[in-house]
């Protein structure tokens, strides 16, 4: 990664289909897809939620840092609508990067990024503000561990947490991803298939 390249920039630009690959087919969130916004990548934020109540992320962007991603674990799994068009607007004066819930977004027509919005979907059941179960701690987020300072990042591929000790292995390894397959994109724009490219040939005669 260039000196002058910062961390968030480099990550978005990779993706998450690349930085997963590189993962080890690891660090994916289960269920999470980008509803609002663009493409987004920082460090990352917790609080974990009871069902039905949304409590905990008031509290929590109150105290939230500027290019941070929430990370928001609820026990409704999708059921309830916790973030809607003023929480939002709340999270977009924190300068927020971007919010992951693992549950649902209400209130869609009006939302707008930044900051963007990934989840498990769309729901009008509302909540309750009455309880937090933890801000600023490790939460499994989506099948996966999220603790504070790791790296999100989210694009229309789904969202995947980097653990912050191994940033620049990622990068290297993505990078060195990248410039495979852009070797590969001018071998098949010389006429080349895919399965000459990739060796293929010998799987495909032990199917014949």
Same mark, same amino acid.
């Given at each position: 990664? %260039?000196?002058?390249?910062? %961390?968030?920039?480099?990550?978005? /630009?990779?993706?998450?289909?690349? !930085? #997963?690959?590189?993962?080890?087919? @690891?660090?994916?969130?289960?269920?999470?897809?980008?509803?609002?916004?663009?493409?987004?990548?920082?460090?990352?934020?917790? *609080?974990?939620?009871?069902?039905?109540?949304?409590?905990?992320? #008031?509290? /929590?962007?109150?105290?939230?840092?500027?290019?941070?991603?929430?990370?928001?674990? $609820?026990?409704? =799994?999708?059921?309830?609508?916790?973030?809607?068009?003023?929480?939002?607007?709340?999270?977009?004066?924190? =300068?927020?990067?971007?919010?992951?819930?693992?549950?649902?977004?209400?209130?869609?027509?009006?939302?707008?990024?930044?900051?963007?919005?990934?989840?498990?979907?769309?729901?009008?059941?509302?909540?309750?503000?009455?309880?937090?179960? $933890?801000?600023?701690?490790?939460?499994?987020?989506?099948?996966? &561990?999220? @603790?504070?300072?790791?790296?999100? *990042?989210?694009?229309?591929?789904?969202?995947?947490?980097?653990? @912050?000790? @191994? !940033?620049?292995? !990622?990068?290297?390894?993505?990078? /060195?991803?990248?410039?495979?397959?852009?070797?590969?994109?001018?071998?098949? /724009?010389?006429?080349?298939?895919?399965?000459?490219? &990739?060796? !293929? $040939?010998?799987? &495909?005669?032990?199917? $014949?």
């Amino acid at each position: 990664m %260039p000196a002058s390249t910062d %961390p968030a920039t480099a990550l978005a /630009a990779f993706g998450v289909a690349t !930085l #997963h690959e590189v993962l080890g087919r @690891r660090g994916l969130m289960r269920g999470m897809r980008l509803l609002v916004g663009e493409a987004f990548a920082g460090r990352a934020e917790t *609080v974990a939620l009871p069902a039905g109540d949304n409590l905990g992320i #008031h509290a /929590a962007l109150r105290r939230a840092n500027p290019d941070t991603v929430l990370c928001i674990a $609820s026990g409704g =799994q999708g059921a309830f609508g916790v973030v809607g068009d003023l929480i939002l607007a709340a999270a977009a004066k924190r =300068q927020l990067a971007a919010m992951v819930i693992d549950d649902g977004i209400r209130d869609i027509r009006q939302l707008k990024g930044p900051p963007s919005v990934a989840a498990r979907g769309v729901s009008a059941l509302g909540t309750q503000k009455r309880r937090i179960v $933890s801000i600023g701690d490790p939460i499994v987020l989506g099948g996966v &561990l999220v @603790r504070p300072g790791d790296w999100i *990042v989210g694009d229309g591929d789904g969202v995947c947490v980097v653990a @912050r000790d @191994r !940033l620049e292995r !990622l990068l290297e390894a993505a990078a /060195a991803r990248e410039a495979k397959e852009d070797g590969i994109r001018t071998e098949l /724009a010389r006429g080349r298939t895919t399965v000459d490219v &990739l060796g !293929l $040939s010998r799987l &495909l005669e032990k199917r $014949s």
